[in-house]
């Protein structure tokens, strides 16, 4: 196995200790790159395209994750290296073409290097997801998980008309609800499991860390050019956060507190 020596861990964690019943992922977080793959055989130019990393959406994270002091897990490399939000055995989680992008580096790989990038950072940020979701059903935290991504205002040369959309499949309270709430804001191009819906194949974190650990779960989706400044990522996180609240208020409470 050729080791990536990264320079830097996979993971990236902030309010670790915040008391927010919700956990925030973000898995395509960053588009680092392990010296060892220099740039995968592509121009800088595509390196810093939606291919590789959920543009704006870190921002929104932090903003979120610091606003409510909700624990965020989010994960470093470029989804071009592994992509932490699919099974390691698709052949989507080492993407050869991303889009219309071939990208060299990844062809002919071996099963070693495939086995490092998944060892060096697909494993250790899905393993502290699983660690943290222990820690807090261990001490009774009610536990909520949200996954937070970005989509590209274009794809395949089809416009999306979505502001932000949810993403969800086997759990039917989350999703709902916060849709309802998304809605009742007024001035929104609201996507029901669009631009994506949650799938076992094409999924990772919501199928593994919220349906198999029996978690409240949903996806969100914010389109790119909306939160590519960040004055954008501010607007929306301080959007998320009154939503996440009113959920918080509505689900995880009890009734009896409201007496
Ligand atoms: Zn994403």
Not at 185 to 194: A, K
Request: with cysteine.
């Amino acid at each position: 196995m050729t080791d990536l020596i990264l320079s830097e861990p996979p993971v990236i964690e902030r309010n670790a200790h915040g008391a927010s019943p919700f956990l925030l992922t973000c898995d395509h977080y960053g588009r680092a790159i392990p010296d060892a793959l220099g740039n995968l055989g592509l121009p800088e130019r595509e390196l810093t395209r939606h291919i590789a990393w959920d543009i704006g959406i870190a921002g929104v994270a932090e903003q979120v994750s610091d606003a409510l002091g909700a624990h965020l897990i989010a994960q470093r490399y470029s989804r071009l290296v592994i992509d932490c939000n699919r099974p390691p055995e698709v052949a989507s989680s080492i993407p050869v073409l991303s889009e219309a992008t071939p990208v060299p580096g990844n062809e002919g790989i071996s099963r070693a290097d495939a086995d490092a990038r998944r060892a060096e950072i697909f494993e250790p940020y899905h393993n502290r997801i699983d660690e943290a979701i222990d820690a807090r059903l261990r001490d009774g935290r009610p536990t909520v998980l949200v996954s937070l991504h970005s989509f590209t205002p274009v794809y395949a040369g089809v416009a999306r008309p979505w502001h932000i959309g949810t993403l969800y499949h086997r759990d039917t309270t989350l999703a709902p609800l916060l849709l309802k709430l998304l809605r009742a804001e007024g001035d929104l191009v609201v996507g029901d499991n669009q631009p994506y819906a949650v799938s076992d194949v094409t999924d990772f974190t919501i199928p593994v860390h919220g349906e198999k650990r029996g978690l409240m779960n949903t996806g969100i989706e914010i389109r790119q050019d909306l939160i590519a400044d960040e004055a954008g990522q501010t607007q929306w996180a301080e959007r998320l956060t009154r939503l996440l609240r009113e959920i918080e208020a509505t689900l995880v409470t009890p009734r009896s507190a409201h007496v």
